[in-house]
């Protein structure tokens, strides 16, 4: 069965153009090939043909098809020797679906007004510790919001200091190993343990200390009346499956870790973006700034659909097919993969007029498609943290923006840059902030909500 066209490049090149220059690589082969064109990637031992998807209608069948054709687990398989093999992100099937089951309750959308003061909380601790005058990276900053929040809310350190320190000094230094595209392929093809002196040996260290770590929490909960907390660890302790089972340890560890690696630095990333996009773009800032102002949340919610639109963190999401799939009038093979486009199907001039211009008016009246705007991918694999990410972006923002003065650091916005799997801001959207805001209400000015 031929594959859709694609580039005549032998696979490393193509590797290489898609790991050094993802977005002018996809956009050429759109402007070459169309809306659904395939790619050929090559690892050390695997190369893989990907037909990308550039079309809400090749997108809705991808999301809506039988998910016993269509597996993300194998893909996710590397990420095994992190998360653990309970993971949600590296199942099919019926185990899959026995996990996510089990964790959408804790993060359904309902529930995140409980985690709006322990997120507005942690970023104004945050934001009182930034210099003034002087320019620096707020990227690291929206990672310490994101991770003290999930650390709080998901794990439920919240009411002892000293054990919630060591948890986060213990992630950190197993994420470390995870940050650098060197200490990566360290750990991803160079497996030996040298006593603990080898990446993959300090890697396998730092992350038997954090189990140990998460397993000594849900002890400490399990302990505990948790039928009064809100924390997700706490929920899922309450949580049955189809059976009335309820979760093992194990499994209990890796989804925190799941969660964790998931949700962190990728809504840490889209707050920077978001930053980025405003404090360039100042008709939209000063539209935000006045509604956030009036107490409404029209415009940050349209801000952060924008944002996610144009600077989507992460470029595609994968489907292995286990049988052969048609999709656009096109017969692919089993075998082959196929990855719903979200950063072309974003830039479609048909369904966003302008599409390299932020303007987050567009989702002011809008609903928002789920085919033609998929930053969090779609059906039986969508994001779990999707309600999260959104919730937690938009209380950062209004915390932010009604509290300093922020301004930006560069002449234009931040370039792209890839991170593993990860769109960034090449330096991590570097910003000034200029002091407090003070705010007019009534007719006697206010300091803002604190102090900074
Ligand atoms: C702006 C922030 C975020 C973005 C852009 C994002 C994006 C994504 C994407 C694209 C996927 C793959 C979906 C697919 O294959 O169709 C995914 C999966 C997932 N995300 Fe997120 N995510 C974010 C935040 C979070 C947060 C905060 C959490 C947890 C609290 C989380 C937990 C998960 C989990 C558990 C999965 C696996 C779902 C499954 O395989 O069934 N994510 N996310």
């Known amino acids: ?9 032998p696979a490393t090149l193509q590797t290489l153009l898609w790991v050094t220059r993802p977005l002018q690589f996809m956009e050429e082969c ?34 809506s098809g039988d998910p016993s054709t269509l597996h993300a687990g194998s893909g996710n398989a590397p990420l095994e020797v992190l ?13 899959h679906m026995r996990q996510r089951k089990l964790l959408l309750p804790p993060l359904h959308g309902e529930r995140m007004k409980r985690y709006e003061s322990v997120m507005r909380d942690a970023t104004l601790a945050q934001v009182q510790r930034w210099p003034r005058h002087r320019s620096f990276a707020l990227l690291p900053e929206m990672q310490r919001i994101t991770l003290e929040v999930i650390l709080r809310t998901v794990f439920g350190f919240d009411d002892d200091d000293a054990r919630r320190d060591r948890m986060r000094n213990l992630l950190q230094r197993m994420l470390h ?3 650098g595209r060197l200490r990566l392929l360290a750990i991803a093809f160079a497996r030996v343990e040298l006593n603990g002196r080898s990446p993959w040996g300090q890697f396998q260290a730092a992350k038997r200390d954090v189990d140990a770590a998460i397993l000594e929490q ?44 998931a949700g962190h630095e990728t809504t840490a990333t889209s707050l920077a973006w978001a930053f980025d996009l405003l404090l360039h773009n100042r008709t939209s800032l000063d539209a935000l700034v006045a ?20 600077r989507p963190v992460v470029p595609i999401v994968v489907r292995l097919l286990q049988r052969p799939f048609t999709v656009m009038g096109r017969d692919l093979p089993a075998g082959a993969v196929v990855a719903p486009c979200i950063y072309l199907t974003h830039r479609r001039a048909d369904v966003y007029p302008r599409p390299e211009r932020f303007m987050p008016e567009r989702f002011v009246n809008g609903a928002a498609d789920p085919y033609a705007w ?22 950062v923002l209004r915390s932010i923006l009604s509290t300093v003065r922020l301004q930006a650091a560069t002449s234009s916005e931040e370039e792209v840059s890839r991170r593993a799997v990860t769109l960034v801001p090449r330096h991590g959207t570097r910003v000034i902030c200029a002091g407090p805001r003070w705010r007019r209400s009534a007719s006697v000015p206010e300091p803002a909500a604190v102090a900074v």
């Open 291 to 310: 509604d956030i102002d009036a107490g409404n949340d029209t415009w940050v919610d349209a801000t952060v659909k924008e944002t996610l639109r144009i």
């Open 177 to 179: 190993y995870g940050s």
């Open 218 to 261: 849900i002890a400490h909960r399990r302990a505990q009346q948790t039928e009064q907390r809100d924390d997700v660890l706490s929920l899922l302790l309450e949580a049955r499956d189809e059976n009335g089972a309820p979760m093992s340890d194990e499994e209990l560890r890796d989804e925190l870790l799941t969660l964790l690696v």
């Open 83 to 95: 998360l653990g093999r309970n993971s949600v992100l590296v199942l099919d099937g019926a185990e």
């Open 1 to 9: 069965m031929p594959l859709p066209p694609g580039p005549p490049l």
């Open 30 to 63: 759109r402007r070459r090939y169309g809306d659904v064109f395939t790619v050929r990637f090559t690892g050390l031992a695997t190369r893989r043909d990907i037909v990308f998807i550039a079309d809400p209608e090749g997108v809705r069948t991808v999301f």
């Open 374 to 395: 998929l930053p969090f991918g779609g059906g039986v694999r969508r994001c779990l943290g999707a309600s999260f990410a959104s919730f937690e972006m938009r209380v």
